[in-house]
């Protein structure tokens, strides 16, 4: 099984968006048994709070199921238990290398950099565009799952 852990720094957008979009991905190609996908922040601020308004609204808007997800932070724990702790930002990267204490298997990196043109996903909470988010959310997801075979 494949264990990924998305992050961003508050667990209600960027990084809630990416663990549903690949779990709806995974689904849709009957891959679900092969992975566990889960979601998680690096800060404490929205710790219990649910996936932001404008993520459930643009997932709607697509399609895709959005669960009853709530914003933990990540743990030094995570770094063991999961395969891949994709980052949305350069920000988040540093504060994740930071929570596991290092990155000596190399598990860490940000989602747009499986793709052609590596880049930070923009903050929605700031920006307020969740189209971009979910666009550049699916191009990652797209370049991940095509590096793991699929």
Request: proline content about 3%; overall charge negative.
């Amino acid at each position: 099984m494949i264990r990924v852990l998305f992050i961003c720094y508050g667990n209600i957008c960027r990084s809630t968006m990416a663990e549903y979009v690949m779990k709806d991905l995974v689904r849709k190609t009957g891959r679900e048994q092969e992975f566990y996908i889960d979601s998680a922040a690096t800060s404490t601020e929205e710790i219990g709070n649910g996936v932001h308004y404008g993520t459930r609204q643009k997932l709607r808007e697509v399609g895709i199921p959005c669960g009853d997800h709530r914003a933990r932070q990540m743990t030094r724990g995570d770094y063991e238990k999961f395969d891949y702790l994709i980052g949305m930002d350069a920000a988040n990267i540093r504060n994740m290398t930071r929570i596991a204490g290092g990155d000596p298997e190399r598990k860490i990196c940000r989602l747009l950099d499986f793709t052609e043109s590596p880049r930070d996903i923009a903050d929605p909470w700031y920006t307020g565009n969740f189209d971009e988010t979910y666009e550049d959310v699916c191009e990652g997801l797209d370049a991940f799952l095509k590096t793991l075979g699929g």
